[in-house]
């Protein structure tokens, strides 16, 4: 099966620091990446998405960086604030394999007011 | 624009019994895919709904099946519950050229 992990379960930062979640994949084939935001209680909502044709992507608040060499996925959240205090997980998609997905057991972040 | 939407939020069922589990997909999407959340992980995708047809389908045994309605809205079947059946269920809706999947607020349930 494929294996999406993540390097940190927990991270915490302060209101208005950068955050950085981390996350690793092993299927080189993979082609299109989702970061999703799951607040508790509740079901994933979209954040930011990605095609391995590209390195970075840019959303609001949010950029998303993928180093293809070494897959690896990264989620910056700039000016972090308490709402977007959650888990996130990373989600890959094998090439060809429309809208299957695998995800990886996500980081918690806390937000330090 | 409503979004994916499910039916029930929760659920207590007891081992051995069956559930069905309901989805509505975002307007316009075609494609509905079914994940199973386990506390503390990140969802499993179970199946995949396209056309009435079952298009894909993870590492789940025949007591899971699903069943998609020509208005694209998706049932999710679950015989002989077992206790690690315990779970939060997720619907993901999307099309089924494109990528983009949106996730409902999943309906919680609970075995016993």
């Known amino acids: 099966g494929e294996s999406v992990g993540l390097h940190l379960p927990t991270l915490s930062v302060q209101e208005g620091d950068n955050s950085i979640i981390n996350c690793a994949y092993s299927?080189?084939?993979?082609?299109?990446f989702i970061w999703y935001k799951q607040e508790s209680g509740k079901g994933p909502q979209f954040i930011i998405d990605i095609r391995s044709n590209m390195d970075k992507r840019q959303g609001q608040r949010v950029t998303v960086l993928l180093n293809k060499t070494v897959k690896h996925l990264s989620l910056q959240i700039a000016a972090t604030q308490p709402g977007d205090s959650a888990v996130y997980f990373c989600?890959?998609?094998?090439?060809?394999?429309?809208?299957?997905?695998?995800f990886g057991s996500g980081t918690k972040l806390n937000v330090k007011p | 624009d409503a979004g994916v939407t499910q039916s029930p939020t929760h659920l207590i069922k007891t081992r051995g019994q069956q559930v069905t589990l309901r989805c509505s997909p975002k307007?316009?999407?075609?494609?509905v895919s079914w994940y199973q959340q386990a506390l503390g992980q990140g969802p499993q995708f179970i199946f995949q709904y396209y056309e009435e047809e079952e298009r894909q389908r993870g590492n789940f045994p025949d007591r899971f099946s699903g069943h998609q309605f020509p208005n694209y809205s998706s049932e999710l079947n679950v015989n002989a519950l077992l206790l690690g059946d315990s779970a939060l269920y997720l619907c993901a809706s999307s099309l089924y050229t494109g990528y983009e999947q949106y996730f409902g607020p999943g309906t919680r349930l609970t075995v016993t």
């Open positions: 307007s316009g999407h075609d494609t």
């Open positions: 989600a890959e998609n094998p090439r060809d394999n429309f809208n299957k997905f695998y």
């Open positions: 299927n080189s084939a993979s082609d299109y």
